[in-house]
């Protein structure tokens, strides 16, 4: 019988948080470098915030010990307000990976209790897509094409839904254009 497994991390929900950013669930711990969301030292998305903050892809990687520097990290996303969670609050992993598409939502987050903690969020980004259809099937809007924005309407408040790439490097498009894309968020930047 497959396990259920329920999500490891808290809401990281800054209060001055313009941007909630929505995957679908953390890799196994084995997996991890750090207590954190995109742990992975394989995932992109703290390299895809570092080109596009700094010009340096390395920012927040300690490469001596191949992890991200956690402290930087959070410090980072607090001053920008940056806000993280997942779609689901559990899963079950159909094959022994990260893999999304091994993936069964057993429970969805409540989206709408998030962003009720974090009233300046102005964007929801989702990071791949099995984020994308939980969180269009759950509010029945339209899908964006990659890399472009959507209007949803959650509890009555309206935001700018985003569709980025999956910041996974099983995802087919190279570091910088995928830096590139997430660059149009910049603007929600606090």
Not at 19 to 44: A, E, T
Not at 67 to 95: H, N, W
Not at 169 to 185: F, G, H, I, Q
Request: proline fraction near 6%; include cysteine; glycine fraction near 4%.
């Amino acid at each position: 019988m497959i396990q259920t497994e329920h999500h490891p991390l808290r809401p990281f929900l800054p209060p001055n948080a313009a941007i909630l950013f929505l995957g679908s669930f953390p890799p196994q711990k084995k997996r991890w470098c750090m207590d954190f969301f995109y742990p992975n030292f394989q995932n992109d998305m703290w390299r895809i915030w570092g080109l596009n903050m700094f010009a340096d892809k390395d920012y927040f990687v300690i490469k001596e010990e191949k992890r991200f520097c956690y402290d930087k990290i959070v410090d980072f996303c607090t001053k920008y307000g940056f806000a993280f969670y997942d779609t689901a609050s559990a899963v079950r992993r159909l094959q022994d990976n990260a893999s999304d598409k091994f993936l069964e939502v057993v429970e969805e987050t409540d989206i709408g209790a998030l962003l009720a903690r974090i009233p300046h969020c102005k964007a929801i980004v989702t990071t791949g897509e099995k984020a994308t259809d939980v969180l269009t099937g759950k509010y029945n809007c339209a899908k964006p094409k990659i890399g472009t924005s959507e209007t949803i309407s959650i509890e009555g408040k309206t935001y700018d839904f985003y569709r980025m790439p999956s910041s996974s490097r099983a995802y087919p498009l190279a570091l910088t254009k995928k830096a590139e894309m997430y660059s149009a968020l910049k603007k929600y930047v606090v």
